[in-house]
Structure formats: C-alpha cells, structure tokens
C-alpha cells in the first residue's frame, strides 16, 4: 500500500495506472475506519483493478458547534487495519492540499434544493460540504467507480445527483449498511457512545423494522407510520428524534402514500450524539 498525500504526485500515479489500462475504484472517508467503510473498500476491490481509500476530516461539512475537533482521529490504528486490505493508494491529504486557496475562498458546490432537506435543516453546511470536498476528491483521484455507504443516504443521493448534473465520468455505486449485532448501524461517530448508549440507540432500527411490519399491515399513510414509529422509539429511550421522513428511493421527495419502493430516514440525538439511519421499505 502506498501512502500518498499530496494531489499532483497521486495524479500522475493514477494516470500512469491509466495508461496501463487499469480501471480506478475509489472509497473516501475520514477515517476511524469501521466495518463499514471496510465492506466499500472490499465491494471497490471486487470490483475495479485498483483501490484508493482517503483519509480526510473535512471541514466545511461540519458546523461552528459541530464536534469536528472531537471527531475521532486514529491514523495510526486505520493504516494496521488497512495493512489487511489489499488496497493499492491511501491518500492522507492535509486541508491545504484540498483546498489551496483559503476555506473562504474556496470554489463551491451547491445544491440548493437537497441541501435544505431532512439534515439539511439541522445541519445546513453539510451536503454542500460533502459536495466540494467529493469533487475536489474526484478530480485528484479520477476514479472509474467510487463506493458510498446508503448509511448516508441523503449524502449518496446528493452525490449521484452531482454526478449526472456534472457529467462526472465517475459511477457512483451506493453499498449497504453494515450494523452491529444489536442492528445499531455502523459509524465513526459510535465511539462517542458508551456501551450502554450502544444498547440503547439499537432501537432506532427497531423501530425503522416496526414501520416495514407497519406497512406490511397495510398502513400506508406515512403520518401515521412516521407517528407510531416515533413512539416506539422514544417510549423507552433517551433519543430526541431531529426527523423522520418517508420518501421516494430516488429523488427523496416526500411520500405521503407510503409504498415497498420508498425509504425511511431518520435523524435524530442520544445525548449529545447525533446518529442516523435509513431502511428501505
Ligand atoms: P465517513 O468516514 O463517515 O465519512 O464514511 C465514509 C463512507 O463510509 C461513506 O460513504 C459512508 O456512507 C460509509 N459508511 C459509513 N458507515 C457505514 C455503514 N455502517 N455501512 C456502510 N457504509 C458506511
């Protein structure tokens, strides 16, 4: 595996890996690497000749009250678990390699529709910041295919949409989410949950499979199944619920009829910590 972190010296790289006919699978994440960012990175290796993971904690996608200087940073434990991957490039660019000239001047991405939607309305800064960092990530990489968890829904949608609307040559392959035994959904940000948080937030899938049984039970109005699953969660829980929403798979606009096609979302705090979840209908 070779270690690479600045953007010009891994663009050559990946052009010589071109000029070879190589075809270039891509997995970005920030780090403090988990099962699931190892079942995109084994889904890319599958799938493409060569495999380039990132490493980089980006700023713009958090908020001023956001837990970005908390957030988990464990470069050394990442590359011993990397080291049992057979990964081509990982790439560990610092914030001045991304975004050369200052974070206020940087050149952005904006959806303005998507961006205000579900996170969007808690944490506005974000998908435009998932955006920029994913383009400016892309046109280092060039990656044939790049792999993203439907554990960030929103994220996957939005980047998709960035992808057609920019004629990115790159396929964007959305992988499923990876859960811990109790069905907690896998994150970096778990590390912010004691061991008795963990226990508690498994009902939060729990409750995604209760509004599945829901509509099994041919409950279609999504109000009312938003409503019951609110209570199961809650009921005997700590969780503060931020939204949950029924919507097409697609596009993510709201459903009011649910269906087997769509998705639920959920966001919402355990204490302090945000998770999210999805599950499709
Ligand atoms: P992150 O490091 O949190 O930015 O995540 C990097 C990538 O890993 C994103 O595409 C995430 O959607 C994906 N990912 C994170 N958690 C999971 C999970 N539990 N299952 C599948 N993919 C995940």
Do not use: W
């Amino acid at each position: 595996m070779l270690i690479e972190s600045t953007p010009y010296s891994l663009q050559n790289k990946i052009r010589s890996l071109k000029a070879r006919s190589c075809t270039v699978g891509f997995v970005p994440t920030m780090g403090a690497l988990h099962e699931g960012h190892l079942s995109l990175i084994e889904t890319s290796i599958q799938k493409t000749d060569k495999t380039v993971v990132s490493i980089f904690v980006n700023p713009t996608q958090f908020g001023k009250n956001e837990d970005f200087d908390q957030y988990p940073r464990q470069l050394e434990n990442d590359l011993l678990i990397l080291q049992n991957f057979n990964i081509d490039i990982l790439f560990t660019p610092t914030h001045d390699d991304i975004y050369p000239h200052s974070l206020k001047e940087r050149i952005q991405v904006k959806d303005p529709i998507l961006s205000k939607l579900y996170c969007g309305v808690t944490r506005p800064q974000f998908l435009d910041g998932v955006l920029g960092v994913v383009l400016r990530l892309f046109n280092i990489v060039m990656p044939d295919k790049a792999f993203f968890g439907e554990k960030d829904y929103q994220q996957l949608i939005g980047i998709q949409k960035m992808a057609k609307d920019l004629f990115l040559s790159t396929e964007i392959v959305g992988c499923p989410i990876i859960r811990e035994k109790n069905g907690l959904a896998m994150s970096s940000r778990n590390a912010y949950l004691s061991k008795q948080e963990r226990q508690e937030a498994a009902i939060i899938y729990q409750g995604l499979c209760f509004a599945r049984k829901l509509l099994d039970m041919e409950e279609t109005d999504s109000q009312k199944i938003i409503e019951k699953v609110s209570e199961f969660i809650t009921k005997d829980s700590m969780i503060r619920i931020d939204y949950i929403a029924i919507v097409d798979p697609n596009t993510l606009k709201l459903k009011r009829q649910a269906s087997k096609d769509d998705r639920i979302l959920f966001a919402g705090y355990l204490n302090q910590t945000r998770l999210i979840d999805n599950l499709a209908l």
